[in-house]
């Protein structure tokens, strides 16, 4: 309670209207503090922290915060005033980093390999850099080329109004993957870079540089490739973006534009949001070499990868050009080669049918050189070289081969010996792993493949790498060991076998296998039980990339998650999303404590009342205008002239609602508080038998109310202007796991974001915003918001895979409610 309010009819009634007014406005502003921080941060996804559309929001938001905090002051008698030094901190730091000066002024638009610059991976990407590292340790070994580096990638989409356009189309568009949708906006983006013509200086670099190194190319032409800044790196992007070879001098920059829209397929896409890329973060330098006349290409690993603990290197080749090796299309000619200063042929393996084309002289320059590099590089490689028509060695490419890790235990002498099911095929990371097989069949999203499943293909693609961090293991029936997916599942770490045909279809769907990827062997059943557990950590364990960087930290970063813990305090806020958090959190804390003492008063008795209904919900309402008509403690739906009110009760009531409560039914010999403490634990603000509370106005409501095992608020203002209209939904809470009360998240988040809501999702915490629409709009807004906190009461303990958020949420969008009983 505020220090001036007495239980007095004329003190009360100020403070009451102070409080009420001063309650409505903090929630407004949180509103918009949400939404700020939801535009910024996506933002901060696809402009350099300087830019002035950072810059601007930002410091409107610093003033929003500071408003709220002074609100909460104001309810809360002043114990909160140490958010005002932990706010003013934050902003003094974002306007230092404001007014320091660029790190990286006045990038060059193209780079020749042989300048010291195109070692720097920001300015020329991942794979460039590690050409240029070839070239300085091998000069007589790569071909001469330039980069048109990452400042003129900013450049085209500066100049041609691209980052906009290209960042309204990505906007949330991590709920579409696996949809329709996602395609069309992939789709969409790739039109508009194809359709922008080149920058006159992009376009004049490209010229020059290529005009200074025409005889070099000779009729062979030019290979045009990607190098995105963390390409070949700890993240490799393999066959994630297009290369174009044989381009014709004249076609240069077209050959560029195409590459950099190969940065928006679905794949390349898909792959950034799940290693946790922003758009700023992988800008595309693109990489432009004469072509090699191949007589034989392909690639060199100076360590086995499927017997790390083999003292041996593995060359695959083709004759002719290597494209064809690491994109599957072709078998190629195995070599194993001994790790000594002059490599010997250990072993050979040529494809059916084709004549010797590489001499063991060939082959031991090839070693030769690779343990060298490795040297120079200080870590094993992955290597595309390629032998010109006079017999010299041309290096091409060069990164760090994924590390590998053997499970040590064998076949012998675990329960259930007996024959494999299936075996043989080419190890491509070694490694046991249990679980169900699942076939993906062609033209279905490798998104929907299930958590913890064995995945059988007939032909590994790039477009997989979406479902590699959730799968046990990989069984492929056809396959290259050197393409590009092999790349990925080496960077993953799943247990994998390629070239398994003839023998796949024994596999059938959902039947339980045991994979040895080491021994290339599939047995049928559980074998190795201990395994599963630590199947699961690597699954579990997989995170994206945490979203970094001076503005992200104190900006949006989030580390109050539980209100519950001593840690919730102004002193721990680090960052404005934060902050926002606290102060919400702080308000809502507020509303109940000064409810219950109005219910608690006497003389306050006329302004709450309780809500007649049959549903199992009990509301107990605060009249801020005189909006309930009856002058009884007990008032009907009907009775309450509130438009946000009726609105939102018009989807509660919804008679196609499931309303009976699943845990009385299953458990109805259990006490309800025994149960509750069982249950939702330490995570209750209010106990089973306390009242929810809704502030009613005739163009307002604030709803704090208990649904089960978890807690809703809904404030709107709803009125026949569109400037003030707003819809505000916060939930959070539940009776289930961790995991089950985050995928209950995920399906409000997909729901939501289908409404046209902002949503901020944040573990079981899903806030979300409607503002500035019309008043039917709200309307049909707070209806879907009803029906949504009626079925959402218990889907944490329906949801048992994460599969199951896209089929809830198709369910409940098509009106079929009855799936939520």
């Known amino acids: 309670m505020l220090r001036s309010e007495r239980p007095d009819k004329t003190g009360g009634d100020f403070s009451f209207r102070l409080r009420y007014e001063t309650l409505r406005s903090l929630l407004d502003k949180n509103g918009r503090a949400l939404q700020l921080l939801s535009d910024l941060e996506g933002d901060l996804r696809h402009f350099l922290p300087g830019d002035y559309r950072i810059r601007r929001p930002l410091r409107h938001l610093c003033d929003t915060v500071l408003l709220m905090a002074q609100e909460l002051n104001l309810l809360a008698a002043d114990r909160h005033t140490e958010l005002y030094d932990v706010i003013f901190g934050i902003a003094a730091k974002l306007e230092d980093h404001f007014e320091s000066p660029p790190e990286r002024p006045g990038l060059p638009l193209a780079v020749r390999l042989s300048e010291e610059g195109a070692r720097d991976p920001t300015v020329v990407g991942g794979k460039a850099a590690g050409v240029a590292q070839l070239m300085r340790l091998f000069p007589e070994s790569v071909r001469s080329g330039f980069v048109i580096t990452t400042a003129a990638y900013r450049r085209f989409l500066e100049e041609e109004g691209l980052v906009d356009r290209i960042r309204v189309l990505l906007s949330d568009i991590e709920v579409l993957v696996g949809r329709e949708q996602f395609g069309e906006r992939t789709r969409a983006i790739r039109d508009l870079v194809r359709a922008a013509p080149v920058p006159d200086e992009v376009q004049r670099a490209i010229a020059v540089h290529a005009g200074e190194l025409e005889s070099e190319a000779g009729g062979a032409g030019w290979a045009v490739r990607s190098s995105a800044t963390s390409e070949d790196d700890r993240y490799s992007f393999a066959g994630q973006f297009d290369s174009l070879l044989m381009v014709k001098t004249q076609d240069l920059a077209d050959a560029y534009r195409s590459v950099v829209a190969s940065r928006f397929t679905d794949r390349a896409v898909v792959y950034r949001l799940h290693c946790g890329f922003s758009e700023v973060e992988t800008p595309m330098a693109v990489l432009f070499m004469p072509m090699v006349d191949a007589a034989a290409a392909g690639v060199i690993y100076t360590r086995d990868p499927s017997d790390p603990s083999s003292d041996s290197m593995t060359v695959r080749a083709v004759p002719g050009l290597g494209d064809a090796v690491v994109r599957g299309a072709v078998e190629a000619d195995v070599f194993c080669l001994s790790r000594e200063s002059r490599p010997r042929v250990l072993a050979a393996k040529p494809a059916p049918g084709r004549s010797p084309y590489l001499s063991e002289d060939a082959l031991a320059g090839i070693g030769a050189l690779a343990l060298k590099a490795a040297e120079g590089f200080g870590h094993e490689m992955d290597m595309e070289w390629a032998i010109d028509r006079s017999g010299r060695l041309w290096l091409l490419q060069g990164r760090r081969l994924a590390a590998l890790a053997r499970d040590s235990a064998d076949d012998e002498g675990r329960p259930g010996k007996g024959v494999p099911l299936i075996e043989g095929g080419v190890t491509i990371f070694p490694g046991r792993s249990e679980g169900s097989v699942f076939w993906l069949t062609a033209g279905v999203d490798p998104s929907t493949v299930p958590k913890g499943c064995v995945l059988v293909v007939e032909h590994p693609t790039p477009e997989l790498a979406s479902a590699l961090p959730r799968i046990a293991a990989l069984i492929a029936a056809g396959g290259n060991p050197v393409g590009h997916l092999a790349t990925l599942l080496r960077e993953f770490g799943v247990p994998s076998i390629f070239r398994m045909a003839p023998w796949t279809h024994r596999l059938e769907p959902g039947m339980m296998v045991s994979v040895n990827a080491t021994n290339r062997r599939v047995y049928e059943g559980s074998r190795w039980p201990e395994v599963q557990e630590r199947m699961q950590r ?284």
């Open 538 to 821: 690597r699954i579990a364990s997989w995170e994206p990339r945490p979203r970094s960087g001076p503005l992200h930290e104190l900006v949006a970063s989030f580390h109050l998650i539980d209100p519950y813990s001593p840690a919730f305090k102004p002193a721990n806020c680090r960052s404005l999303h934060d902050t926002v958090r606290l102060i919400h959190e702080l308000s809502v804390r507020s509303v109940f404590g000064f409810a219950d003492e109005q219910a608690r008063l006497r003389l306050r008795r006329q302004k709450v009342r309780r809500l007649h209904t049959r549903l199992p919900l009990r509301l107990r309402l605060i009249d801020l205008d005189g909006c309930i008509r009856s002058p009884s403690a007990q008032v009907l739906p009907e009775e309450i002239a509130s438009c946000p009110f009726q609105a939102l009760w018009k989807g509660i009531s919804d008679v196609r609602l499931p309303w009976p409560e699943r845990w009385d039914a299953e458990f109805p010999s259990l006490p309800g508080q025994f149960r509750e403490a069982i249950l939702a634990g330490p995570r209750t603000l209010r106990g089973r038998k306390d009242s929810n509370y809704a502030l009613v106005a005739a163009d307002y409501l604030n709803l704090n109310a208990r649904f089960a095992y978890h807690y809703a608020m809904v404030d709107a203002i709803v009125g026949p202007g569109d400037q003030a209209n707003h819809v505000h939904f916060r939930l959070r809470g539940g009776g289930a796991a961790d995991a089950n009360r985050e995928r209950r998240a995920r399906f409000l988040e997909l729901v939501l974001r289908r409404a046209q809501f902002g949503v901020d999702r944040r573990g079981d915490l899903v806030a979300a915003w409607l503002r500035k629409y019309p008043q039917r709009d709200c309307e049909q807004a707070l209806e879907l918001l009803g029906r949504l906190m009626v079925c959402a009461r218990q889907l944490d303990l329906l949801m048992r895979r994460d599969e199951d958020v896209q089929t809830f949420a198709t369910l409940f969008l098509n009106g079929e409610y009855r799936a939520f009983a």
